[in-house]
């Protein structure tokens, strides 16, 4: 990860908002592919797909060596899930991870859903409370001096849920590469945070845990599991701050029908 923020113009922004849009359609295809009895090797397909048609190249496959286009992560995997022979079931939590890159510019983004029928409300709300996270750090980003804000409030949703984030992972800056500076981490942490600037752009993704924030790396040197074997949800978005305010890179309409309710209105770059 590069250790100096990357700055960039207006019109390298729009760029990365191709590259976003084309993330929010294969990760839709992803989601509509799932279900009961599909693997989870079917669901990156339909992603690879959609990103292929679009022109685009995956930044997902061949990163230091990870054989897909998106990161599956399923109930207990929390986070950098392989595609394989995994047949999904009903009532299974499923997080997507998933990039791409146009012209040189970097799109990234995760959702999480349950497939299927809900096996208990607390699987709901726990999908609910991570994506509720997310744009409440978006939505503190727009008037954020500090990236700590954002942070805080991330941890502010998680608490409130009585749920807990991962610790050690964090989101992260974006632009000609995948993961830059600055960390966005999803909880408080000690000492001065990078200042928010115009030109900058970040991932801001809560990785929430209903159990322990402890966590694994599995034998495949990828996959993240809750150390007590309890769900987890993941959701991120890569946002743009410029002059006139945020725009996330990775939602068609910039994130506006979320942000409304937080009474944030985007603004294209």
């Known amino acids: 990860m590069a250790d100096r923020i990357q700055l960039k113009s207006r019109e390298e922004m729009r760029v ?3 590259a976003g849009v084309i993330v929010e359609a294969a990760l839709a295809a992803a989601k509509a592919a799932s279900a009961p009895g599909v693997t989870t090797a079917e669901v990156d397909a339909a992603a690879a797909r959609v990103i292929a048609e679009a022109g685009a190249t995956s930044n997902f496959l061949g990163y230091h060596g990870f054989p897909a286009v998106s990161c599956i992560s399923v109930n207990e995997e929390v986070v950098h899930g392989i595609p394989g022979d995994r047949v999904l079931a009903e009532g299974d939590v499923v997080s997507i991870d998933c990039g791409a890159i146009v012209e040189g510019w970097h799109g990234d983004s995760a ?14 709300a726990l999908v609910k409370a991570t994506e509720r996270s997310l744009w409440a750090g978006i939505a503190a980003l727009a008037t954020a001096e500090r990236i700590s804000e954002v942070s805080e409030a991330v941890e502010d949703v998680a608490d409130e849920a009585g749920l807990h984030p991962l610790e050690g992972y964090v989101g992260h800056g974006i632009g000609t590469e995948m993961h830059m500076s600055p960390d966005v981490p999803n909880y408080r942490v000690r000492g001065r945070s990078p200042r928010v600037r115009p030109g900058m752009c970040v991932a ?22 809750s150390l007590d074997g309890s769900r987890a949800a993941h959701w991120e978005h890569s946002i743009a ?11 068609s309409d910039g994130g506006a029908s979320k942000l409304a309710p937080l009474g944030v209105t985007p603004v294209a770059p």
């Open 241 to 251: 701050v410029h002059e006139d305010g945020i725009w996330v890179l990775t939602a």
């Open 16 to 18: 990365m908002a191709r």
């Open 204 to 225: 801001i993704e809560p990785m929430l845990v209903i159990g322990t924030s402890d966590s694994a790396v599995l034998s495949d040197e990828w996959t993240v599991v």
């Open 111 to 124: 959702v999480s859903f349950i497939v299927g029928e809900p096996r208990s409300k607390a699987d709901v």
